[in-house]
């Protein structure tokens, strides 16, 4: 008599197989396809038993090289227990990891290449749901454009910040902190044994940057998305209170295997103007819009960025962090973390919103309970700045848009007409910015071209413009900066980015020259080149830009089918195919 285990020869596995069943080899026998698969699965110890429970895959981004994601193996073992109590059965596998300082020419670079890897793991593999534990800047939305994707019960893990540091009795943190003293340095404000010894006390432990960067948006945004255990976002990384919230995933990760609660219903238009909210009233990295974008374009969702600039007016920053602020991401915790946030902001937020926990946001904050006295999380009528953290601007020189982190910016700056100082791209800068020769004032205004998606190629954060250092040595700490790249969500200044379209593909930025004039206004929203379109045109047609291309691999793949910011800087066979509408919905 036949075990039933394996079915017969030639009858197909159902469409709702679940555990070791899902996603069986093509062998052309699907009862010998689970008869080889519990075969190989039962070589390295595991019972029928064992295999008969929901499969919880985790995927796995610890690395060597990425010190962000340092807590892996003990998240991995509490996730596991978690797992593995409420009755499921924990699968870790490996994927890409990305560390911003340890990836060329640029973490951003690589981001949709882990999407695509995380994906496709998800999809070859059998699991029933699926932990997404991850922490620094490129890792969080890979992991989330990917899971979009693939579209299975999903659950995202934050590997957690870092804990602050202590120089000469000034707390610091990286990296807000990092590109301070490096600004000191350049300024002669601080000698070589100085910058040594901060060095050694920016990153106090492994996790992510103890500010409000791109990391800590993202765990932010992960949260306000439904996509974490409530709590999730802010627990640093080397905590019990990170632990716990680890085991809590992996129970939860069950529960949504036997719901079936597959991404596409948390991931909702209501989720994402949730998750803006958020971005804007943290002071988030302008990194986030980016990401938010790309995430939502997997769901055929657009970004709306003129209506997300409206929702801004009415979104004041809430949060007391760096760079915006003056506090860290485990002051942030101690204030209650999200929950006291999401108090504060509940009059904005769509409270009917589905969370991973099967309960709706209105009532995660219900159930948080009251809250208590604090000063890192400001109330809406006393907020940090009085407007969302981030602008979007438009004129002839961006048609397509622009960013500006108005909460980190120089409020005398941001009204300003000046002269153009061009450099044509960020090799160009390395060679010029620090000579003395260079004509270039504290009233002027930077422009850096070719470091958008293609341009660099993978828009890299290069976007923060080191000051000249002959100003900076005459005690100049911030100028007008404009590109078609990015910065860190822990840098500050006035300073544009995510110009649409980017100079490599012939956008107006192209044709910049020395001595032009650019008024910025961002009362106006205005980002504006002072010259006729006669003029512009004149100087298009004299030298067309030619595209940058590759001749093989990832890159020629990367160069063929990336968009441009506006669209999340995803490969454009990516996106979803049924349209969603576009969001916000103001």
Known sequence: MKDSTYAANATPVPPAATGMRKGLTSYGDSGFSLFLRKAFIKGAGFTDSALDRPVIGIANTGSAYNPCHGNMPQLIEAVKRG???????????????????????????????MSIDTEEMIRAQPMDAVVLIGGCDKTVPA???GAASANIPSIVLITGSMLTGSHRSERVGACTDCR????????????????AEVNNQLVASVGTCSVMGTASTMACIAEALGMTVPGGASPPAVTADRIRVAEET???????????????????????????????????????????????GRLGFDIDLKALDR????????????????????????????ATLLRELKPLLHLDALTVSGRTLGEEIDA???????????????????????AVLQGNLAPGGAIIKQSAADPKLMEHEGRAVVFENAADLATRIDRDDLDVTADDIIVLKNIGPKGAPGMPEAGYIPIP??????????IVRISDGRMSGTAFGTIVLHVVPESAMGGPLAYVQNGDRIRLSVANREIALLISDEELARRAAKKPVVIPTASRGYHKLFLQTVTQADQGVDFDFLRGTEPRGAIPKM
């Open 311 to 338: 929702m801004g007016r009415d979104t004041p920053v809430l949060l007391d962090l760096k760079p915006s602020g003056q506090h860290y991401m485990e002051d942030f915790h101690h204030a209650g973390g999200m």
């Open 143 to 145: 992991q989330l454009m």
């Open 180 to 195: 301070r003293y490096w600004g000191k340095y350049r300024a002669d404000e601080v000698d070589d044994a100085e910058i």
């Open 250 to 296: 992996g129970a939860l990760a069950v529960k949504i295997a036997h719901e079936r609660l597959t991404i596409d219903k948390v991931l909702t238009a209501k989720s994402f103007e949730n998750a803006m909210r958020v971005l804007l009233a943290i002071g988030g990295s302008t990194n986030g819009i980016v990401h938010l974008t790309a995430i939502g």
């Open 83 to 113: 797992i593995m109590l409420a009755g499921g059965l924990p699968m870790d596998f490996p994927t890409i990891s990305l560390h911003e300082s340890f990836a060329t020419p640029t973490s951003m670079y690589l981001r949709n290449l």
């Open 368 to 390: 948080a309970g009251a809250g208590f006295r604090q000063d890192v999380i400001r109330s809406r009528d006393n907020p940090i700045y009085p407007q969302g953290g981030i």
């Open 469 to 478: 250092k002959k100003l900076a040595r005459a005690g100049v700490k911030d």
